[in-house]
């Protein structure tokens, strides 16, 4: 896995009173399979699974998982074998249906389907060694892909061109993304992360990785949970597209463009602010959220 040039930042013409100024970090672009922060996340795991010469990756994530996606593409150019623990047993016979488990079977990932409550024991030493018995001995990447490694790879996010940013924002999961836009980033700046779920853990869980201090987490626009999807989210999104010319996804980015863009109407920045928010990725999983939301007769994400 090269290490992609600075991505693509544009300005998104968005006016408002203030003078603020809006841009984004095009970090969707790096990769045509391993998008964003996932590729940031797995480049110095993957470096490390091979170093340490580990024939097998192994991992975890649910039905639309990004993660899961791009380190089936990550092992798979990479020459190693790739393990899947995919939550949901009811997800087994339904492959087919779902463009993201496909198409990590077609990259050669294999999947164990766990039920909910056994992949809550994910992180427990008796389930592991239960895993090792299955598939032999793997390089392990929990869940979100974060770890030192992952941090490691989201401090070459930034670089020293976007210090004239007062704010950088971006979305958080499991934070590993966050704490390296933290560590790269300059005292004078802020970043914002939008909470993606609900839970107040986060702050802790970043606390471990983050060098800095100077990052808040604004935890009101998460839509009522992780990967909960409201009519009001997906007509956001249809109308970034429209206005911009930019897609977002229903789960991170695009709850973290409604609240960046809600902050800016209700003044929350001083006049002149520059923000530069990170577009992380994730647009492989619309086409998965888009079969469901059509089943249950919602408005559909236009791709
Ligand atoms: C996984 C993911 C995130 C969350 O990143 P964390 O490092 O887990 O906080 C954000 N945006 C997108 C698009 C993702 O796929």
């Given at each position: 896995m090269q290490t992609p040039k600075p991505s693509l930042i544009q300005q998104i013409p968005f006016k408002n009173k203030g003078n603020i100024e809006l841009y984004i970090k095009?970090?969707?672009?790096?990769?045509?399979?391993?998008s964003g922060n996932k590729f940031r996340k797995l480049k110095y795991n993957i470096v490390e699974a091979q170093a340490v010469k580990y024939q097998t990756v192994l991992t975890f994530g649910g039905a639309y998982s990004n993660h899961i996606a791009a380190t089936a593409y990550a092992c798979k150019i990479s020459g190693l074998k790739s393990i899947g623990v995919i939550?949901?047993?009811?997800?087994r016979p339904k492959i087919n249906e779902n463009p993201t488990l496909s198409f990590a079977q077609s990259c050669g990932m294999e999947f164990l389907f766990v039920t909910r409550i056994d992949y809550?024991?994910?992180?427990e030493s008796e389930f592991i060694e239960n895993l090792k018995k299955q598939f032999g001995d793997f390089y392990m990447i929990p869940e979100g892909g974060t770890n030192t490694l992952a941090v490691k790879g989201c401090e070459?996010?930034?670089?020293?061109?976007?210090?004239?940013?007062?704010f950088i924002c971006s979305c958080v999961g499991t934070g590993g993304t966050i704490s390296g836009l933290i560590n790269t980033s300059s005292a004078e700046q802020k970043i914002l992360g939008f909470t993606a779920l609900k839970g107040d853990f986060l702050n802790q869980d970043i606390r471990k990785f983050a060098?800095?201090?100077?990052w808040d987490l604004l935890t009101d626009y998460h839509f009522g949970g992780y990967?909960?999807?409201?009519p009001e989210l997906i007509a956001f999104i249809n109308a970034f597209k429209t206005d911009y010319g930019i897609l977002l996804d229903p789960i991170y980015t695009g709850k973290m463009m409604f609240g960046i863009i809600d902050l800016i109407k209700k003044g929350y920045f001083l006049s002149n602010t520059k923000i530069l928010a990170i577009?992380?990725?994730?647009?492989?999983g619309i086409s998965g959220i888009n079969l469901r939301l059509k089943q249950q007769n919602k408005p559909l994400i236009k791709v």
């Open positions: 095009r970090e969707d672009l790096i990769h045509p399979f391993i939550r949901g047993e009811e997800l809550r024991k994910k992180t070459e996010i930034l670089n020293n061109d976007d210090a004239r940013y007062d060098t800095n201090s100077n990967a909960k999807i409201k577009h992380t990725g994730g647009l492989q």
